[in-house]
């Protein structure tokens, strides 16, 4: 007997996901839901699916569950956990302006800033310490045995692998070509996000403005998406890894724009950025 679910589509920077309230529906299989829904011919069409639920565990308030468009299941997603705090929110599942989220990367803290109306206007998310070298995620060794070289660039894992590569021009890539090769490069045991970076305006490390940073993603597990959270941190993180910026840097990706500070106290990425409905409406499965 089929079920009749109620969803809600939102996007954060353009990264968009089909939301569900997990308190109200059980998705028996989401894998599946995630490949069928997402689908933007004969679904729903998203970038995955995200199940919101109450938290198990004292240290945190709700949980969050994320499935690609190919029903792989992500550890995280820093668009994805802003629309969260939105949903949670505004349709007044919570009233707090702070909430702890449950990831499969660990607790993370979301601060809500409201709009004057008291809806939520933008979301920083405390996304944790970046990680540098997971050999589980980034196995260098693997390259001598490969048959194609992997481009200069920076691992950078939050929570998921990310690799960071800086090019003059990223519009003049063949991402759907690039990105599915360096995804399933044998240096990346568990797939890898990439990303393809150029510093657009003000390169100097030391200049207290933010850097701005043109980057486009190919995600691992949903192809070319307008945006990607982690993506936009991890890019952060290997241009002050590589003295092309500061701290403070200002994201720009397909769908919008994002914030970064990687900040020195507690070695902690902060990732500011709006949310958005989009529609809701319901489907079978």
Known sequence: MKQKIHFTK????????????????????????????????KGIGSDGLVLIGRSPLPEADFTMRIYNADGSEAMMCGNASRCVGKYLHDKQLTTQTQIRLLTL?????????????GVVDSVTVDMGEPILENPKQFAP?????S???????????????????????????????????????????ERCNIEFA??????????????????????????????CGTGACATA???????RAG???????????LDIEWRESDNHIYKTGPAEFVFEGDIEI
Not at 107 to 117: Q, R
Not at 141 to 145: F, G, I, V, W
Not at 167 to 181: M, S
Not at 237 to 243: R, W, Y
């Open 237 to 243: 993180v290997a241009a002050f890894m590589t003295g």
């Open 147 to 189: 048959k194609y070289a992997l481009p200069a660039g920076t691992f950078v894992s939050m929570g998921n692998p990310h690799y960071v590569i800086f090019v003059n021009d990223g519009d003049a890539i063949d991402i759907a070509k690039e990105g599915f090769r360096l995804e399933h490069h044998p240096a990346f045991p």
């Open 198 to 227: 150029s510093v657009v305006g003000n390169s100097s490390a030391d200049a207290s403005s933010p850097t701005t940073i043109r980057t486009r993603v190919w995600e691992r597990g949903s192809g070319i998406t307008m945006a």
């Open 105 to 117: 990367s660990g607790v993370k803290v979301l601060n809500l800033h409201l709009a004057p109306e």
């Open 247 to 257: 701290r403070t840097t200002r994201i720009q990706m397909d769908g919008g724009t």
């Open 141 to 145: 060794d693997a390259l001598k045995d």
């Open 10 to 41: 939102m996007h954060g920077a353009g990264n968009d996901y089909i939301y569900v309230d997990t308190l109200l529906y059980n998705i028996a299989v989401p894998s599946m839901a995630a490949r069928l829904w997402s689908d933007r011919h």
